[in-house]
Antibody
């Protein structure tokens, strides 16, 4: 069974930085695009970023472009999200998810909570 | 960006009842439409992809239909474990966008 385990969340001050990690197992990580999706507690889902299987292509939501960087290390089966210049409205649970061919997200991690507050 | 509008935002239903949730896209998305189920404190789970294809392991009481701008998720006989929030998502264009969710309650 596919496993995705996020880590790196926590409390950070506005303007601060945080790096999230997503450790993947039980599938061939390097074959799949991967995404980050966030969810404000009690609210809906918002796509944040996607990276291609090779890492050569990346895509971002307008709300995070220029502040967040998605990357991956296929030798370590790990996905990353570097978050800089954090704002209060970035507060959310961040899920990593595995992409299928048409863009559907067939496996999700439980998420890691990021709280941006002074 | 393509806007996805779900209705209703919440509904009450009975076990063994039939539930229908609709999702409308702000422009045509062909059949690039997925449905997810999320239970409190859990990660979303893919139910339906490409508008009507059932994800492996998902019970056959779940079905999806539609194309273009109008889509439907139907649960034919609601089971206790189906009480959850359901989201649609378009993957026709970037950014992929989600509907606001439909909470199915007893």
């Amino acid at each position: 069974e596919v496993q995705l385990l996020e880590s790196g969340g926590g409390l950070v001050q506005p303007g601060g930085s945080l790096r999230l990690s997503c450790a993947a197992s039980k599938f061939t990580f390097s074959d799949y695009a991967m995404s980050w999706v966030r969810q404000i507690p009690g609210k809906g889902l918002e796509w944040v970023s996607t990276i291609s299987a090779s890492g050569g292509s990346t895509y971002y939501a307008a709300s995070v472009k220029g502040r967040f960087t998605i990357s991956r290390d296929n030798s370590k089966n790990t996905l990353y999200l570097q978050m800089n210049s954090l704002r209060a409205d970035d507060t959310a649970v961040y899920h990593c998810a595995k992409n299928l061919r048409l863009g559907e997200l067939d496996n999700w991690g439980q998420g890691t909570l990021v709280t941006v507050s002074s | 960006d393509i806007q996805m509008t779900q209705s209703p935002s919440s509904l009450s239903a009975s076990v063994r009842g039939r539930v229908t949730i609709t999702c409308r896209a702000s422009q045509s998305i062909s059949t690039y439409l997925n449905w997810y189920q999320q239970k409190p404190g859990k990660a979303p789970k893919l139910l339906i992809y490409a508008a009507s294809s059932l994800q492996s392991g998902v019970p056959s009481r779940f079905s999806g239909s539609g194309s273009g701008t109008d889509f439907t998720l139907t649960i034919s006989s609601l089971q206790p474990e189906d009480f959850a929030t359901y989201y649609c998502q378009q993957c026709y264009s970037t950014p992929p966008t989600f509907g606001g969710g439909t909470k199915v309650e007893i």
